[in-house]
């Protein structure tokens, strides 16, 4: 059964598993080598959200890293 992008499901499983590849939301898959995005995960999620403060400095190159949370 052909899906979006024509990969179909019986091919993309056994080479997510092959990869020891990592769902992190749905559609969205990363390696282990990979730090996975949250805020790139979020605006899957939410496209319309809204960034402000610290996010919309990193995104517009206004600041050289992202602040990391100390919790």
């Known amino acids: ?7 179909e499901k019986d091919a993309f499983y056994p080479y997510v598993k092959k990869n020891n590849l990592e769902r992190i939301g749905h559609g969205i898959y990363i390696s ?3 730090w996975p995005d949250k805020l790139f995960i979020l605006h899957k999620y939410a496209p319309t959200a809204v960034f402000s403060h610290e996010e919309t400095l990193y995104y517009h190159n206004l600041i050289d890293r992202e602040k990391r949370s100390t919790k």
């Open 32 to 34: 282990e080598d990979v």
């Open 1 to 7: 059964m052909p899906q979006k992008n024509g990969i």
